[in-house]
């Protein structure tokens, strides 16, 4: 058996999808940050049969919530603080995420213009859609 050890000050990402932890990872910018990050592949779960989990030492103002939303929305957020979880925190699909996703189209404006931001707009929370502000070009993440 794997063993990480706990974490004294920072948060934990549980319920990550297998196989998710490593494009969460670059998401998230975590390669860029001074901390330190435990990544935990295909960890044995009861109720997701597999699961990945991340372990980061730090504050969780360093990490983007809406980014960890729209990747996957189940996953949970436990912040620690003197080696005890204070709080989880619970995500939802953001309304707006900017420069996560491309437009695909190529006559949209952010084809031509490259400084723009690639913004889309949730459309569907059923059905997880998001559109392109400028083109309306759809994006799906189901």
Sequence with gaps: MLNVGALKEGFVLDHIQAGKAMSIYKYLGLDK???QVAI??????????????IKIQGSLDIVDLDILGFIDHNIT???????????KKKLS?????KN???CKNP????SIEQELEHIFTLTDKDKQ???CKYCEEKYSSL
Excluded: E, Q
């Design 40 to 53: 935990i592949k295909n960890a044995s779960s009861k109720k997701m049969g597999r699961k990945d989990i």
């Design 77 to 87: 957020v436990s912040i620690i603080k003197d080696g005890v979880i204070v709080d």
């Design 100 to 102: 996560v996703i491309k």
């Design 107 to 110: 006559r949209c404006i952010t």
């Design 129 to 131: 859609v998001y559109r």
């Design 93 to 97: 699909l953001p309304k707006t995420v």
């Design 33 to 35: 940050l001074d901390c």
